[in-house]
């Protein structure tokens, strides 16, 4: 099993920055498996979209309304980063940290829900006009 926990969301003017961290734990043997890791996000109401996704080879993969604003990155423990940068009033959510273990390497990270099993709780982006 493997536990994932979100931290460095919060409040922040139009124009601002924030980094968000993901800590990954769990059995050694689970983790080492994890080949990708990705940031979700998620306002009331509507679906968990993919922000951002990173494999194993540190190939990385954004959606169209984050690129050159945001960077995914991740550490060799399996702790993944999101530097948001030039943050927008439509960039407020609350931002999931998601992994998986895949059985094959996709040519590009995936951004979909759906390829991953383990998620974090969130944590809480506010972007002020």
């Known amino acids: 099993q493997v536990q994932l926990v979100e931290s460095g969301g919060g409040s922040v003017q139009a124009g601002g920055s924030l980094r968000l961290s993901c800590a990954a734990s769990?059995?050694?043997?689970?983790?080492?498996?994890?080949?990708?890791m990705g940031w979700f996000r998620q306002e009331p109401g509507k679906e968990r979209e993919g922000v951002a996704a990173?494999?194993?080879?540190?190939?990385t993969s954004y959606a169209d309304s984050v690129k050159g604003r945001f960077t995914i990155s991740q550490d060799n423990a399996k702790n993944l980063y999101l530097r948001m940068n030039s943050l927008k009033p439509e960039d407020t959510a609350m931002y999931y940290c998601a992994a998986a273990a895949l059985g094959a390497r996709t040519v590009v990270p995936s951004i979909h829900p759906s390829a991953y099993k383990y998620w974090g709780q969130g944590t809480q982006v506010t972007v002020s006009s």
């Open positions: 990173i494999d194993s080879t540190g190939s």
């Open positions: 769990g059995y050694t043997y689970s983790i080492d498996y994890i080949n990708l």
